[in-house]
T-cell receptor
């Protein structure tokens, strides 16, 4: 079965600091990778996703992620965080299970950005 | 507006009682999912459904049951057999389950507390 590891459970930054959240997955076949974000009091929503092509993917609000196949990684980055980026971030993988692609989520990273 | 609604937002039940959580979507999505979110454990898949009258167990289906009688509705019953039912429950949908690139759309969640 596939699994997703997020290495940072809690991250605290000051505004304008750079952010990198790690995500590694274990699955040998074709995968499609997602980052979702849950802002305080809001629904979980898509931040960005990768399924083919350029391994550097750009998402909303200045976030980007790089798919490195050889490292089974899909790390999320932002050059300069803002207070409004305070949220919980989830990495997810859609991998084949039987005849379907079933999502598996990581444990999440709680990001707090101090103004 | 299209989206997913879950009701109620907060639910309290006595130990030993079954309780049903509602999930409705008007996105015309084929696939629907139920997740359980616990602090530090991310999202864990309980059940998913690809089409009406069909559903599959996820990673933690024990103590839960579902039905999919209508495309737009996917209620989850937390039975008395679930040993630790207090949690935050999220419902999601996607255009189809077989689609490996499909984004999931989430509802606002129901927080269940068993006293």
């Amino acid at each position: 079965a596939q699994s997703v590891s997020q290495h940072n459970h809690h991250v605290i930054l000051s505004e304008a600091a750079s952010l990198e959240l790690g995500c590694n997955y274990s699955y040998g076949g074709t995968v499609n990778l997602f980052w979702y974000v849950q802002y305080p009091g809001q629904h979980l929503q898509l931040l960005l996703k990768y399924f083919s092509g350029d391994p550097l993917v750009k998402g909303i609000k200045g976030f980007e992620a790089e798919f490195i196949k050889s490292k089974f990684s899909f790390n999320l980055r932002k050059p300069s965080v803002q207070w409004s980026d305070t949220a919980e971030y989830f990495c997810a993988v859609n991998a084949r299970s039987g005849g379907s692609y079933i999502p598996t989520f990581g444990r999440g990273t709680s990001l707090i950005v101090h103004p | 507006d299209g989206g997913i609604t879950q009701s109620p937002k907060y639910l309290f039940r006595k130990e030993g009682q079954n309780v049903t959580l509602s999930c409705e979507q008007n996105l015309n999505h084929d696939a629907m999912y139920w997740y359980r979110q616990d602090p530090g454990q991310g999202l864990r898949l309980i059940y998913y459904s690809q089409i009406v009258n069909d559903f599959q167990k996820g990673d933690i289906a024990e103590g839960y049951s579902v039905s999919r009688e209508k495309k737009e509705s996917f209620p989850l019953t937390v039975t008395s057999a679930q040993k630790n039912p207090t949690a935050f429950y999220l419902c999601a949908s996607s255009i189809r389950t077989g689609g490996n690139t499909d984004t999931q759309y989430f509802g606002p969640g129901t927080r269940l507390t068993v006293l």
